[in-house]
């Protein structure tokens, strides 16, 4: 099971990395956000199992700084997006 938890987290981060990179508007960018948060909370999940207290500690931070991307790129919709401008 840890073993399809650390593929999940590691492909899943690859490809919200591929997707927020290419910044291709700002619906898939924030989608690049929930991908990323899905790959950041499985790295937690397999870092408590596997007891890398560092590892878990890195991935919740990553999840607070994905959910503000989700809010800024998703929610925030009517607002100029500095980088935008």
């Known amino acids: 099971m840890q073993d399809m938890v650390q593929w999940f987290a590691t ?5 919200a990395a591929v997707i927020v990179s290419l ?11 929930i991908v990323f948060t899905a790959s950041s909370i499985a790295w937690v999940c397999f870092a408590l199992q ?20 989700i809010y800024r790129w998703l929610i925030l919709k ?5 980088a935008e401008a």
Request: hydrophobic share 40%.
């Open 11 to 15: 492909l899943t981060g690859i490809a």
């Open 23 to 33: 910044n291709l508007g700002r619906k898939l960018t924030g989608y690049g956000f």
């Open 50 to 69: 596997a007891g890398e207290t560092p590892l878990a500690i890195q991935n919740v931070v990553l999840t607070v700084i994905n959910i503000v991307g």
């Open 78 to 82: 009517g607002q100029t997006n500095n």
